[in-house]
């Protein structure tokens, strides 16, 4: 940048060169001519529906009705009041995410990184695995949600079918807990586990490779290489991954609508399961927006959590 | 829930669902942003049934204006939507100033776009809807009457099954024009009955005679009615809530009825196929369909929109008959498709004449859809010499005197989340059935009260 630049700067007088040196001569608000395009998007998809969705949560909200009462904190009072009508379905799917977001995230953190280790190493066909790792991710919920109903059948699922081999019973997978959740986790693991694979991937080459040399020549095994070598270098990467895992386990939606419908009982109906049942069948918008601002700050509560968490280690080093 | 039980989304069937979800996901997102939109839109202040009087006759006069496109949408995306295209292209090819296309979206994403559309000004000239939606959308706004059209086309009570007409109402006018009833029904496999030795020709009519057959299946090692905790909750159950003497929602729409014996009753009735071994532990949620096409299920009760699937699959022997009477009283749950027309920010004469010739030809030439497994609604089709060759469709139309539907309240489909819920609970004995019940019944009444103050 610097050195190109500020010859080309020296040499060219401005007052005589118009052409560069229209280029050169901005206003104040230049930047923020760059930046309009952004912000038009994110003001009229972003800000102003949260704005206006806080609007809508103080109110007993349907869009079709000429009536919409004006009802002050009373829905998100109604969260937080056992005998309501939206209490315990709230709560009940709150429940189901956490559990969900519990139990995936560990292993979408985990299995990724083993497979970017691997997949980092110089062998045959490395890009054809890395592509058969990553194509998952590229299907659709829907085609994902047909594939595991085919496959989690109890009695013609392949899944089943295979179990039998060895002489196991047929295994409920979308009727039966905690099965359901086994299936829920496994099918969102094998789906989106290449997108975090290819991110550390990244992050894995971004380490210098003398770092591992100098340690090798200290002494250093793989185990002691990757634990004072690696797992620094991809510590920003770790933060990225573990949030954005976080947040669309915590907004899993598509897999327990099309697997397990909820089932069985209530157990896996999610919070945004949840919500759309009350604004978008229901019609009851300002319950469901409070809803979803409930959640939405406790995921950021999570999130928060997360950075901190994460920064005191690099702290402590 | 409760809309995947209905015809045109069948959930006993696995890619015409998953297909039709797919689209529903990007559509979900697609409605909220409209709705966000739509709120601010002069749609919501409109000044709805300030409905003009149509001229053209309210569609019985025909249409000669100009040439006009009309829109009609529905949820008819499974083997029913190809039936429906073909009426579409007759009608199209009889009218030259008419051209009707249809846009068929899965109904539970369907009742999402509708009224987003109709907010924003966008709204088809023609929807299709289910009784039970009619009460809600009339009350939202989605929909206006259309008594016009039916006194001008001299419909009258006459000439329809009585509750399907009155399904058509809400709070004293009509919403809609009935197409179709489409009760549930015994589907049963010829193959499988031969192979226990039991008549093919001569399916039960009573409990005890399905009973018998089931003992036979049994004997012989065939799961003979297969039953599943994530799909019992549609017509099946409720269909025997209805014949042990209950309601599923009481006619005040104020509570529900399904939490009563006969609520328990049912679900009892079906845990017992599970327990006395007539059906597999666990079976998926379409295990009544698979295991039925698959020739290793001798019945199942289920929809006539089933019709069309079934006939496609070459090898299958199959008939239909009238549910048998299970609970002691002769019932049978039912849908109804009735004809809507969803309300215009701006009114443009010469559609509303064109859809209202549109709805009227299409109720007189019903005879078409019954190929669809759906019973017509229109009397005069029914006694058409005609109708006697369409099979399968006989049997459901059998049953018209004592179909059953939920009463026209305004937001009532809003309880069946609670009741899916309960089945499956006490299906799956995670709770006692009527522990499981009560819990549901305190949620649903509850959800009954809010939605009356709300739709007031």
């Not at chain 1, 009727?175 to 086994?182: F, K, R």
């Not at chain 2, 073909?86 to 369907?110: C, G, P, R």
């Not at chain 2, 022997?317 to 009735?338: E, L, R, Y």
């Not at chain 2, 309240?409 to 309960?422: K, M, Q, R, S, Y």
């Amino acid at each position: 940048m610097s050195a190109t630049a500020t010859t080309a700067r020296t040499k060219v007088d401005p007052a005589v060169d118009r052409p560069a040196g229209r280029l050169r001569v901005h206003a104040w608000f230049t930047p923020y001519l760059f930046l309009l395009p952004y912000l038009a998007l994110l003001t009229t998809f972003v800000l102003v529906p949260a704005v206006f969705g806080i609007w809508v949560s103080l109110h007993d909200w349907d869009f079709m009705l000429p009536n919409k009462p004006f009802i002050g904190l009373q829905n998100y009072v109604d969260l937080f009041t056992p005998d309501s009508v939206t209490f315990p379905e709230f709560w009940n799917g709150m429940k189901a995410t956490a559990i969900f977001t519990v139990a995936s995230v560990p292993f979408l953190v985990l299995i990724p990184l083993g497979i970017a280790l691997m997949l980092n190493r110089v062998f045959p066909a490395r890009s054809l695995l890395r592509a058969m790792i990553f194509a998952p991710f590229v299907l659709g919920i829907a085609v994902v949600g047909v594939l595991f109903r085919y496959l989690l059948d109890s009695q013609f699922g392949l899944i089943n079918w295979f179990l039998g081999l060895f002489g196991i019973p047929p295994v409920g997978w979308t009727q039966t807990q905690p099965w359901a959740w086994v299936a829920l986790v496994g099918m969102t693991v094998w789906w989106t586990l290449g997108f975090n694979a290819v991110i550390y991937l990244a992050g894995l080459q971004g380490i210098p490779r003398d770092q591992y040399e100098a340690a090798a020549i200290d002494g250093a095994g793989s185990f002691a290489r990757f634990i004072n070598v690696t797992l620094p270098g991809l510590r920003n990467i770790l933060v990225f991954i573990i949030t954005t895992t976080v947040l669309a386990s915590a907004n899993m939606f598509g897999q327990a609508y099309l697997v397990t419908n909820g089932g069985p009982g209530d157990s896996t109906r999610t919070a945004i399961m949840v919500m759309t049942q009350e604004g978008l069948r229901a019609f009851k918008m300002g319950s469901a927006t409070a809803m979803s601002y409930l959640l939405a700050i406790c995921l950021a509560v999570v999130s928060v959590i997360n950075f901190m968490v994460l920064r005191e280690r690099e702290g402590g080093k | 829930m409760s809309k995947t039980t209905r015809p045109g989304l069948p959930a006993e069937n696995l890619s015409p669902r998953g297909i039709s979800r797919r689209s529903l996901l990007g559509g979900t997102a697609a409605a909220a942003t409209a709705l966000a939109l739509g709120a601010c839109s002069p749609g919501s202040a409109g000044t709805p049934g300030a409905q003009k009087s149509v001229a053209g006759g309210g569609g019985s006069e025909g249409y000669d204006g100009p040439a006009v496109s009309l829109a009609f949408w529905n949820g008819l995306t499974g083997g029913d939507g190809p039936i429906m295209r073909k009426l579409i292209d007759e009608f199209n090819s009889q009218h030259d100033n008419i051209k009707v296309s249809m846009t068929a979206i899965a109904w539970a994403e369907y009742f999402q776009k509708l009224p987003a559309a109709v907010s924003n000004g966008k709204a088809p000239e023609i929807g299709l809807m289910h009784a039970d939606d009619l009460a809600t959308n009339a009350a939202r706004q989605v929909i206006i009457p259309m008594d016009d059209v039916a006194s001008a086309l001299k419909l009258t009570e006459n000439d329809f099954p009585t509750i399907a007409w009155k399904g058509g109402l809400y709070q004293g006018k009509r919403y809609g024009i009935p197409l179709d009833v489409h009760p549930a029904g015994l589907f049963y496999n010829k193959n499988v009955l031969e192979k226990v030795g039991a008549d093919p020709e001569k399916p039960p009519t009573t409990g005890d005679e399905l009973m018998a057959i089931l003992d036979k299946c049994k004997s012989k090692g065939v799961h003979g009615m297969w039953t599943s905790a994530l799909s019992v909750n549609g017509l099946e159950s409720q269909t025997l809530v209805y014949q042990y003497g209950g309601k599923m929602v009481n006619d005040d729409g104020m509570s529900v009825g399904f939490a009563e014996q006969p609520g328990a009753d049912a679900i009892n009735w079906w845990k017992g196929l599970i327990d006395k071994g007539h059906s597999p532990k666990n079976a998926a949620a379409d295990g009544n369909f698979v295991s039925f096409t698959n020739d290793k299920a001798a019945f199942m009760i289920n929809g006539p929109w089933n019709t069309t699937p079934l006939n496609a699959i070459k090898k299958l022997k199959w008939g239909a008959a009238p549910v048998p009477n299970i609970g002691g009283t002769q019932a049978v749950w039912a849908g109804s498709h009735q004809f809507v027309l969803p309300r215009q920010l701006k009114t443009d004469e010469n559609k509303a004449v064109a859809s209202r010739v549109f709805v009227n030809w299409i109720s007189q030439q019903s005879m078409g859809w019954a190929d669809a497994g759906m019973v017509p609604a229109r009397n005069s089709v029914r006694e058409d010499p005609e109708f006697q060759t369409k099979g399968a469709v006989l049997e459901f139309a059998k049953q018209l005197d004592y179909i059953h539907f939920v009463p026209p309240i305004a937001g009532v489909n809003d309880v069946l989340p609670e009741w899916t819920t309960a089945t499956s609970e006490a299906m799956l004995g995670k709770k006692e059935v009527q522990a499981a019940l009560d819990q549901a019944k305190e949620r649903a009444n509850k959800i009954l009260v809010s939605n009356n103050k709300k739709y007031g």
